[in-house]
């Protein structure tokens, strides 16, 4: 291995990373839309300064993001479903969120150093819409596989608590034409979740619902008794996933300074009694297979805010 030239790499990476994510910040994407512009139209379109947007023009050219022809600039055909938001393979939101977080990474040696994580950046409303939008980015194709993999035909009724965008449940429901829903969150994500919903034109089957797991009374959220058959499903505290229980603003979670495997942190509400013995109990079953599925994607990102605001469960009723 050149040494030289991989520790180049890693030190001088935060600028193409910086330069693609601020690009998607101030507009420069959209602005090109699919057409093929100068940098002087990009930079009018958002009020941007010409020559900065020029440079950095240049600079996604040679990343291989944009093409340029004389004066003239394109994203690069593949990389625009990817770049532009009203693409249904879009990855815009949790870009932007990767742009947020940026700000985190820059103090790991604070973290390294008090083994806690970054608690002080405050989100703006545009900077939570990128997070849980940024949720349904990373979302979308692992629960179109969860569905391929099990079948909800005779579930009735299916409550997702921390639902976020309502991926999951917009994505059941669109699978299953007898499932009804129930999504529950905070009040910014369900705002977010009804417009998923609608634009899904799945309001007639699935519901919305605005609080706090840990503090509200969820009762109301559906209409269900344990007789029922009522089965809870915690993603969170499956195996090998720690239950974090707090948003661990700017950095991943690296399980500091809490007990390995205990899912408490030391900021968060530790686990519920019960939850082990009934993933045992639950073993291989359909169900079994969708618990697995939903804790054992690599989507560190929805995992936590699931977890801090709703433990990340989910209610099917059969």
Same mark, same amino acid.
């Given at each position: 291995m050149d040494w030289v030239q991989r520790i180049n790499e890693m030190a001088w990476g935060y600028k193409d990373a910086a330069i693609l994510l601020n690009s998607l910040r101030v507009g420069i994407f959209e602005a090109l839309g699919q057409d093929w512009l100068t940098a002087d139209e990009v930079a009018a379109k958002y009020d941007l300064d010409a020559r900065a947007t020029d440079v950095?023009?240049?600079?996604?050219?040679?990343?291989?993001?944009? %093409? %340029?022809?004389?004066?003239?600039f394109a994203s690069e055909p593949e990389a625009r479903p990817l770049l532009l938001a009203d693409s249904?393979?879009?990855?815009?939101?949790?870009?932007?969120?990767?742009?947020?977080?940026?700000?985190?990474w820059a103090h790991l040696d604070q973290v390294m150093q008090s083994g806690e994580p970054i608690r002080n950046q405050e989100q703006t409303n545009d900077q939570m819409r990128d997070f849980i939008c940024g949720?349904?980015?990373?979302?979308?194709?692992?629960?179109q596989e969860v569905v391929a993999k099990i079948d909800l035909g005779?579930?009735?009724?299916?409550?997702?608590?921390?639902? @976020?965008? @309502?991926?999951?449940?917009?994505?059941f429901a669109q699978a299953n034409p007898g499932l009804e829903g129930v999504v529950f969150d905070l009040e910014g994500p369900i705002e977010i979740a009804r417009e998923q919903i609608a634009k899904a034109e799945l309001s007639q089957r699935l519901t919305t619902v605005a609080g706090d797991f840990h503090t509200d009374d969820i009762g109301g959220a559906v209409e269900t008794e344990?007789?029922?058959?009522?089965?809870?499903?915690?993603?969170?505290?499956?195996?090998?996933? @720690?239950?974090? @229980?707090?948003?661990?603003?700017?950095?991943p979670c690296s399980g500091l300074p809490g007990k390995a495997g205990t899912g408490n942190h030391g900021h968060g509400p530790p686990p519920q009694p019960g939850?082990? %013995?009934?993933?045992?109990?639950?073993?291989h079953s359909e169900m079994g297979l969708l618990?697995?599925?939903?804790?054992?994607?690599?989507?560190?990102?929805?995992?936590?805010h699931k977890r801090r605001h709703s433990s990340g469960q989910v209610t099917a009723e059969v």
């Open positions: 950095v023009l240049h600079a996604l050219t040679a990343a291989g993001i944009c %093409q %340029q022809d004389g004066e003239l249904p393979t879009t990855l815009k939101s949790i870009l932007g969120h990767n742009l947020f977080m940026m700000r985190g949720m349904e980015n990373v979302s979308r194709v692992s629960s005779s579930v009735k009724r299916l409550l997702d608590l921390g639902g @976020g965008p @309502g991926t999951a449940a917009i994505t344990r007789s029922s058959g009522e089965l809870l499903l915690d993603p969170s505290r499956s195996p090998g996933v @720690g239950g974090c @229980g707090h948003h661990c603003r700017g950095l939850s082990q %013995q009934f993933l045992e109990d639950l073993g618990l697995q599925a939903l804790g054992g994607t690599d989507h560190d990102l929805a995992r936590r």
